[in-house]
């Protein structure tokens, strides 16, 4: 690691199969919107030689545009794989989305990596949505490692911004996370601001000038070597800590000079067991440069510091109805277990699946069992089938690569999967397998659509269901109560993509109107109501009369049917149809057109007519009895209430409470929770909460995330009601 001059890039546009999971590097991109990842992808890309000097992908004769805006566009909302070999090694780079509102997409990147490099630019620090997604990765021992970007931009300083990543991400131990570089900086401009044209690496102290274009490597001069210094003796104390061989401390505090090769041993396993955190240094390349500033250190460090797919634990396997199998880590011989961690619609070769393969070996042309559970409640059927795997590819820019399999540890795209979603398992079609499932976020931004025509309207289911098979973290609601589609959002620019993909994807025009929450009525004391329907217009008359009284019931009770005539006065035949009046009026609503609940309908009295009463006049008397009685009782509005709980940091406690008060809501309780934050517990009118998803990330900058579930429905304070019935009325 720093050691290699030159090393020697892959060849550019084979797509080789690895045929050993040891060759194999998975490492996912994690940073903030405008962190640089995109950019620093393609930089490793132009070094590995994957595309040329104008960052474009060569395939024999033709050149297609590798670095297209709407491709850029395209991969800053959605996970990419871009693979590139380097120096004997299969490197699958995830760029994941910096939006707080592509998770999902970051989360199905951390399920396919071993490692993951944060991606932080000297320009804006680290934010609160990348320190979670750290201590994501902190709780299942993922390794990590961190580049510095931007740092040609004025005033950027590589010490400080070092200094800041300690305290972010090394609060057990700020010395697990230092930097194996020093930038090396160049003649000062006229803005005073010297840009970097190298680096310095502490372990072996060597220099990687490349400031003439290419990458050339050198003593440092004797003015130079005092400032890295401190930095070194720093490093070398860092990582002994964390070695293995207990020795080695006594060793180097007795005077001892420790070899290099040695030094590099144990940092290199250190970063593997995700106990030591590498901080490095990214800039771009000089005009005309093949190399970005930072790349090669970064390739050497994912192929010698970052785990291989062998060193992963095996997932938790269950047979699809639930009985647990043992599955050996990562071995290409094995049962086969793969897991699509994406799911894409191309429109040429139609729906493209990402699969991660943890066990066995995958072919084109084979036939797989496809299992998936966990996600009815998302519009996601469950799967229980077999499929015929399309073609194996990894992809080139724009382009796919055709492969002849894919083993354990490796990914690849498969074509034509037609039933396979996003989370589901492949396995062997004779030995079907399920893969534990990964923790998806929670929806918790509703929007309603309607189609826009008839037409529309003839494409919309098929356009929603092809939608939510790509897109796991997106749920899909058809509200019986409110009669209304609701599509369940991360945030409003997960809404704006998916309004997009229906629109130009899936060719469906939809309109957003305003969601509908789900309100009832009840009676607030007791009332009684006279329904009388008689109609005598020659023929066959109607006559019915019934009498009854409502009162309230507690909470959760629903309409209750009581039956107390006496002396025949409704005849029992029709006892059962005054009993479906008075239930149809109550679904429709007896106030402002809501479901009418919690209260006892009490059937007391009515008259018949031997020859004009039928089923069809009670039903209506009963209907009307129920509208009279209400007619006089006060009437309450009822709106459902949810159990809000906010994990937000300590700073933004008072404000987040002080916003729940404002929506009506109820602070019931809140407790100290791990790494400076507060578990704040309350009780909110569903109404208020519409848009919380993207109140609460504005309000906390970011760095909170909050649940919600229903609680129940209570009375609406009178105003609110009144408002709500005076628009009913008006419409």
């Known amino acids: 690691m720093g050691d290699k001059a030159n090393a020697h890039p892959g060849a550019a546009g084979r797509a080789t199969a690895a045929d050993h999971p ?70 699958n780079i995830l760029d994941t989305p910096g939006y707080a509102d592509f998770v999902g997409e970051l989360r199905a990147g951390l399920r396919a990596a071993d490692a993951a490099l944060f991606v932080v630019s000297a320009s804006d620090g680290v934010d609160g949505s990348t320190r979670l997604v750290w201590e994501e990765c902190a709780a299942v021992g993922m390794p990590r490692a961190i580049v510095i970007t931007h ?28 930097p194996l570089y020093l930038p090396l900086h160049g003649t000062p401009g006229p803005d005073g601001h010297a840009p970097v044209t190298g680096l310095i690496g502490l372990l072996t102290q060597r220099l990687f000038d490349y400031s003439s274009g290419e990458r050339k490597e050198a003593e440092p001069g004797p003015e130079q070597l005092p400032l890295i210094e401190e930095a070194r003796n720093r490093l070398i104390e860092g990582i002994i800590a964390e070695s293995e061989d207990e020795t080695l401390m006594d060793r180097y505090l007795g005077g001892e000079e420790i070899d290099v090769k040695t030094l590099v041993q144990d940092l290199e396993r250190a970063v593997a067991r995700g106990v030591f955190f590498p901080v490095l240094a990214a800039a771009p390349a000089p005009a005309g440069a093949r190399q970005g500033i930072g790349t090669v250190e970064l390739l050497e460090l994912v192929c010698g510091g970052f785990p291989t797919p062998l060193e992963r634990a ?24 793969a897991e699509v961690v994406k799911t894409a619609s191309d429109p040429y070769v139609g729906r493209v699946s990402l ?33 015929r795997v399309g073609a194996l590819s990894r992809p080139f820019g ?50 309603a659509i309607q189609a826009h025509s008839k037409a529309d309207e003839d494409k919309l289911s098929q356009g929603l269901g092809r939608l939510v098979a790509e897109d796991p973290t997106m749920r899909l609601e058809q509200n019986q109560h409110t009669h209304q589609v609701v599509l369940w959002c991360l945030g409003e620019a997960h809404a704006d993509v998916a309004l997009e993909r229906l629109r130009n994807r899936y060719g469906v025009q939809v309109d957003v109107v305003p969601h509908k929450v789900s309100l009832r009525e009840t009676f607030a004391d007791r009332s009684a109501g006279r329904g009388r329907h008689v109609k005598q217009s020659g023929g066959h008359g109607q006559y019915a009369i019934c009498e009854i009284e409502v009162e309230p019931l ?78 006089d009782a006060r009437i309450h509005l009822l709106e459902p209430v949810a159990e809000v709980t906010v994990l937000v940091g300590d700073d ?80």
């Open 355 to 387: 699969v991660r393969v943890f066990s066995g070996t995958l072919r084109p042309d084979e036939t797989v069992h496809v299992s998936g559970h966990g996600l009815a409640d998302r519009g996601h059927e469950d799967h229980d089938v077999d499929e």
């Open 554 to 631: 507690p909470n959760g009770s629903g309409v209750e049917f009581v039956d107390k005539v006496v002396g025949g006065a409704v005849p029992r035949q029709f006892i059962p149809s005054v009993e479906k009046g008075v239930r149809a009026q109550a679904a429709k609503g007896v106030a402002a057109g809501y479901p009418l609940i919690d209260v006892r309908i009490t059937l007391l009295d009515g008259k018949a007519h031997s020859v004009d009463s039928s089923d069809a006049a009670f039903q209506t008397a009963g209907a009307l009895a129920l509208r009279e009685a209400a007619a």
């Open 22 to 91: 040891a060759s194999v590097r998975n490492v996912v991109l994690v940073g903030h919107s405008g962190s640089g990842k995109t950019t620093l992808v393609e930089a490793l890309a132009l070094t590995a030689g994957a595309v040329n000097r104008a960052g474009r992908v060569e395939d024999g004769g033709t050149v297609s545009d590798y670095d297209e805006i709407e491709h850029r566009q395209q991969r800053s909302v959605q996970l990419s794989l871009v693979p590139v070999d380097w120096d004997g090694y299969k490197i």
């Open 314 to 337: 095996a997932p938790t396997v269950t047979t699809p109805d639930g009985a647990a199998r043992e599955v050996k880590a990562c071995d290409p011989n094995g049962p086969l277990v």
């Open 652 to 731: 933004y406690v008072g404000a987040v409470m002080s916003d729940l008060s404002g929506r009506r809501g109820r602070v019931v309780g809140t407790e100290q929770a791990s790494g400076g934050r507060t578990l704040v517990r309350a009780e909110v009118p569903e109404i208020e909460i519409g848009r919380y998803a993207v109140d609460l990330r504005s309000l906390s900058h970011g760095t909170a995330r909050f649940n919600r579930s229903y609680a129940r429905h209570e009375p609406m304070p009178p105003q609110v009601a009144e408002r709500i019935r005076e628009q009913a009325q008006d419409g």
């Open 151 to 178: 740092l040609e931009a004025a005033r950027a300083d590589f010490d400080e911004m070092t200094r800041t990543c300690a305290e972010a991400f090394g609060a057990d131990d700020p010395d697990a996370v230092l």
């Open 398 to 447: 724009k382009q796919q690569r055709a492969l002849t399999h894919c083993i354990a540890g490796d990914l690849a795209c498969v074509a034509k999967l037609n039933r396979a979603e996003t989370g589901d398992t492949l396995s062997a079609k004779d030995d079907p397998l399920l893969m534990e499932p990964w923790q998806m976020p929670d929806p918790l931004l509703p929007l």
